[in-house]
């Protein structure tokens, strides 16, 4: 039925009121699984509607200070009826008291016209309630290293950051000290999402997320610590060999992951060519996947902690330093130059001439075609580089088992570079 007769206005104010009751009943279902808590699905609903009832009469009558009081008063209904008998240990209420302030501030932010936020905000609340247990495993597992790994991050994210200037510097107006740092973010905080998840389950699920999370923290790093445990141990080298061709292929999703936040308008250049190479590498690497024998997994490889200020420095240092190599063989040599780099610096590190040549191509100095094959041969210098690492540390029998999912994925590359230009 349609609603031309309802006028417009009032049907926006009466799409608040349901989205703020919404929150209020998503909240209070989750509270009223929990026999201690003094507030449930009712009580949730009703302070959401008193939050927004609440906004809306302070905006009507010019009384501002309205919603302020009301959640003052929900804090101390709260607090009272807590305070009338003693709280179990387990749980002293503290929680339900803040969820609901958080309820009631997010009903009155539904009807300043940020809806959307809220019930957004809403549905993260409700999981941080829901997950209390998962939550806590998590944090007892994580020791004082991934911890200060989690606050150097957030300096080098809320600190640094945002005091640096966004203005193009240095020959060929190359250096942007906040672009730089904004990939040095970037790269550091996809190496620690891998870190912290490799130490905290990779270890209990075996070879492919050994492979996925080394592969994310840094797939050198991987290569060389399991090449050491297949010469140290030969029963271990079919799980050695697995570990590192995930990894390396990893190294593809993270490429398309960097170009989908920096440049996504190269998405559709570059996904042919690094989805190419992991489908053919991973259909090379089949075979002895389903050879693999179920077996107890070697220790979580320690490498660097990729959130410490050192190591950020030094990545942000050699991105700059490509960064100025790039733009000066691009000008000096024209593509050659640029793709003799990536051929050098791909040896060991991928992702800063990824980077250097996504900001190349940003400023009009690359072509989409010639982004995506600097790129390409820079994987390929990096792959030739890792079985290269493979066979010095571990011998030619790990070379081996690695040799033709590495080449299978070489190949993909190859052939998905020639086919599209």
């Known amino acids: 039925m349609p609603l031309d007769w309802f006028p417009q206005q009032n049907l926006r104010e009466l799409e608040a009121f349901v989205t703020a009751l919404g929150i209020g009943l998503l909240m209070g279902m989750e509270r009223e699984r929990n026999p201690s808590a003094k507030a449930g699905l009712r009580t949730f609903a009703l302070v959401a509607v008193l939050g927004i009832t609440l906004a809306m009469l302070g905006e009507r009558t010019q009384a501002a200070w309205l919603p302020a009081v009301g959640l003052a008063l929900v804090g101390l209904t709260m607090i009272a009826a807590y305070l009338r008998e003693e709280p179990p240990e387990a749980d002293p209420g503290t929680t339900t008291v803040v969820a609901t302030l958080v309820c009631y501030s997010l009903a009155t932010l539904v009807w300043f016209g940020h809806g959307t936020y809220a019930a957004m905000l809403a549905v993260v609340a409700t999981a941080l309630l829901y997950f209390k247990t998962e939550l806590r495993t998590l944090t007892l597992g994580l020791d004082r290293r991934e911890l200060i790994s989690i606050l150097q991050f957030a300096v080098l994210t809320f600190v640094v950051l945002p005091v640096l200037p966004d203005r193009n510097f240095g020959p060929f107006d190359a250096i942007n000290p906040r672009q730089i740092w904004f990939m040095v973010v970037l790269i550091a905080g996809v190496s620690l999402a891998g870190y912290v998840a490799?130490?905290?389950?990779?270890?209990?699920?075996?070879?492919?997320?050994?492979?996925?999370?080394?592969?994310?923290?840094?797939?050198?790093?991987?290569?060389?610590?399991?090449?050491?445990?297949?010469?140290?141990?030969?029963?271990?080298?079919?799980?050695?060999?697995?570990?590192?061709?995930?990894?390396n292929l990893v190294v593809l999703v993270r490429i398309v992951f960097m170009v989908g936040i920096v440049n996504p308008s190269l998405?559709?250049?570059?996904?042919?060519?690094?989805?190419?190479?992991?489908?053919?590498?991973?259909?090379?690497?089949?075979?002895?996947?389903?050879?693999?024998?179920?077996?107890?997994?070697?220790?979580?490889?320690?490498?660097?902690?990729?959130?410490?200020?050192?190591?950020?420095?030094?990545?942000?240092?050699?991105?700059?330093?490509?960064?100025?190599?790039?733009?000066w063989l691009s000008h000096e040599l024209g593509t050659r130059g640029l793709y003799g780099l990536a051929l050098v610096s791909g040896l060991t590190d991928v992702d800063a001439i990824t980077l250097s040549a996504l900001r190349l191509n940003d400023l009009g100095r690359l072509s989409a075609a010639q982004t995506v094959t600097a790129i390409t041969l820079a994987i390929l210098s990096n792959i030739a580089f890792k079985l290269g690492l493979v066979l010095f540390t571990s011998g030619p029998a790990l070379a081996l088992r690695c040799l033709l999912p590495m080449a299978g994925t070489a190949a993909g590359l190859v052939a998905a570079l020639f086919w599209i230009r």
Do not use: D, K
């Open 198 to 247: 490799l130490r905290l389950i990779g270890q209990r699920h075996g070879a492919p997320l050994l492979g996925l999370f080394g592969g994310l923290v840094s797939s050198t790093a991987t290569t060389l610590v399991y090449a050491r445990h297949g010469r140290g141990s030969p029963a271990l080298a079919s799980l050695a060999a697995t570990v590192i061709v995930i990894a």
């Open 267 to 327: 998405l559709a250049s570059v996904l042919p060519v690094t989805g190419a190479g992991l489908v053919a590498g991973v259909l090379a690497a089949l075979p002895g996947w389903r050879r693999e024998a179920a077996g107890s997994t070697p220790p979580v490889p320690i490498v660097a902690n990729p959130a410490e200020l050192r190591t950020s420095l030094g990545f942000g240092a050699l991105y700059g330093l490509v960064l100025l190599l790039s733009a």
